[in-house]
């Protein structure tokens, strides 16, 4: 039986329409979950969006319209998008379902019944737009001298009934988790940045809300909603049948990877793994804090204006020269910037004059002068050690070094560029046809090797480039490596799958 997999994005506030760095998370997470069902892994792979509390309550009175109504609108743009740039989740999930409410007090309830949930009265400082509290020390000093979350956000006193987790209790147990698991934080920087703040001492954590009712309920306590990051992080539970004992649920928990921004790392790892050791689940393998995508090098916000529909960005580049640059050009965990120029000199070098030429000339070369069928005899000279290079693009994967994996994918690209260039056979055909029909043949070879090795970064292209081999959908995954293209196949008429971007004139 194939070994199970359970990756999940963080799923998104519905407040606007999607940005490109939702687009970001999303692709690199369909990436990794597309990569692992090419190894063969049974995978699961949830996303969605985050319909609770204050930033939403406000987002929504601001409009004139209820919370619901903008987490239902803006929700379809999220899901549309998932759609657009060819993400293969298995689930879309929306915290405003029934399930998810029932999960989220199951939760809660077997939180409560450990002993660790107590009423008490919170007073303290709120961020809305990062919806979390935050201890006086944590604070900086804005421009003009106000008060600011350390993620430079403005927070506000706040005074309020409210029901407390037993946070302060797990501080011990949580950096023996981090100890006794190394991986379970990563990239190292920001597993050392909670490790320290977990050391700093942790305060108990009020969970609950009685200002406005925007939430999940919590059981037995009227006028209690949940704060939005209980009931939220409980989203990767209720995405498999939890509190069900469901087939999904057996399979699947605990999660093996949750994919999520590197201004959340602390909720993943610091709460979520304390609510899970309250309630006795077993926790996910790996947080994983990817870095930010900066326009130009700036932050993107509305007032400086320079945020981006990804999907018209999409439509402007082609989905897998987008997915492509933003997989290969940032490093995975640190922060990237992007730039109309950027994309297009990485897809025109890398796509349309690196792959995209290699295939169009060994394919119309077939077309031309061996009646569309692959020549050649027997096994095609090996032009690539396909089983070298995917070696080398597991050991990337292995540490989620996506651009790597591209890289030394392209490696390939470049030497088979190198071979077909050096073996010329436009002109060995003149003197022996023999020997140009075995150069074509072991080109298509590489070009097939190639197209399935990228084939979980640019699937549609990748496919596109097998559709033109001839390769059968069960013969596209990282196993079929192994079965070289075979002389005689017959080819469809040959066609372009990466154009090359020209800029307008004016
Ligand atoms: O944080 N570049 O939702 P969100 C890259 N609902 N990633 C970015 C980014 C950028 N410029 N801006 C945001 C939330 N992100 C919560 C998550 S999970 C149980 C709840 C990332 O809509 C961000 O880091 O603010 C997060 O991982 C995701 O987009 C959703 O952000």
């Keep these: 039986m194939a070994e199970p997999f359970y990756i999940t994005t963080a799923i998104s506030y519905p407040n606007g329409r999607p940005h490109i760095g939702h687009a970001y998370e999303v692709i690199a997470t369909d ?21 609770h509390g204050l930033k939403m309550d406000q987002a929504a009175r601001a409009r004139g319209i209820s919370p619901r109504e903008l987490a ?64 006086e020390k944590e604070l900086v000093a804005g421009e003009d001298g106000q008060k600011l979350s350390p993620q430079g956000t403005p927070v506000e006193w706040t005074v309020e009934e409210s029901w407390f987790f037993r946070l302060s209790a797990y501080a011990d147990r949580l950096l023996a988790h ?12 920001r597993r050392n940045e909670v490790v320290s703040f977990v050391k700093g001492g942790l305060s108990d954590l009020s969970i609950s809300r009685t200002s ?39 399979k699947y928990w605990p ?64 989905v897998d020269q987008l997915r492509y640059f933003l997989l290969r050009e940032v490093s995975f965990g640190q922060d990237g910037s992007y730039s109309h120029d950027a994309i297009v000199t990485r897809s025109n070098a890398d796509l349309a004059n690196g792959l995209g030429n290699l295939a169009q000339r060994c394919l119309s070369m077939i077309a031309k002068n061996c009646g569309g069928v692959v020549p050649g005899e027997g096994a095609p000279a090996p032009v690539l050690d396909a089983a070298a290079l995917l070696a080398r693009v597991e050991e990337a994967m292995a540490g989620l070094a996506i651009h790597r994996a591209l890289e030394v994918i392209w490696e390939g690209v470049a030497e088979a560029n190198r071979y ?84 307008q004139e004016g």
């Design 72 to 135: 239902d609108e803006m929700s379809s743009y999220f899901r549309e998008m998932t759609g657009v740039l060819n993400i293969s989740n298995d689930r879309f999930i929306r915290t405003s379902e029934p399930a998810h409410y029932e999960a989220s007090q199951a939760l809660w309830r077997a939180m409560a019944a450990n002993g660790d949930i107590y009423p008490g009265r919170y007073e303290g400082w709120y961020s809305v737009r990062d919806e979390a509290f935050y201890d």
């Design 31 to 51: 990436a990794i979950a597309r990569f692992r069902r090419m190894e063969g892994r049974d995978v699961f792979f949830l996303t969605g969006t985050d319909e």
């Design 255 to 318: 999660a093996d990877l949750h994919i999520i921004g590197k201004d959340i790392v602390r909720f993943h790892a610091v709460y979520w793994p304390a609510f899970l050791m309250s309630a006795n689940l077993p926790l996910p393998s790996q947080v994983f804090g990817h870095g930010f995508l900066l326009n130009r090098g700036e932050k993107m916000s509305k007032s400086l204006g320079n945020v981006v529909d990804p999907m018209e960005m999409a439509r402007t580049y082609g």
């Design 212 to 250: 406005f009712d925007w939430g999940v309920p919590v059981p037995d306590a009227p006028g209690h909603v949940m704060y939005v990051w209980v009931d939220a992080l409980t989203n990767y539970l209720t995405g498999v049948g939890y509190p069900e004992d469901t087939e999904a649920y057996r």
């Design 178 to 189: 981090y100890e006794a698991n190394p991986d379970f934080i990563r990239p190292e920087g």
């Design 420 to 503: 077909f260039a050096d073996s010329a056979p436009w002109a060995v055909r003149k003197t022996d046809p023999a020997a140009a029909d075995a150069i074509l043949h072991a080109t298509a070879e590489a070009i097939r090797v190639l197209a399935i090795l990228v084939r979980w970064a640019i699937p549609e292209s990748a496919d596109k480039l097998l559709d033109q081999l001839a390769q059968p959908a069960d013969a596209r995954d990282f196993a079929a490596l192994a079965a070289p293209i075979a002389p005689g196949t017959a080819l469809p008429a040959p066609q372009g799958v990466f154009p090359r971007w020209v800029e």
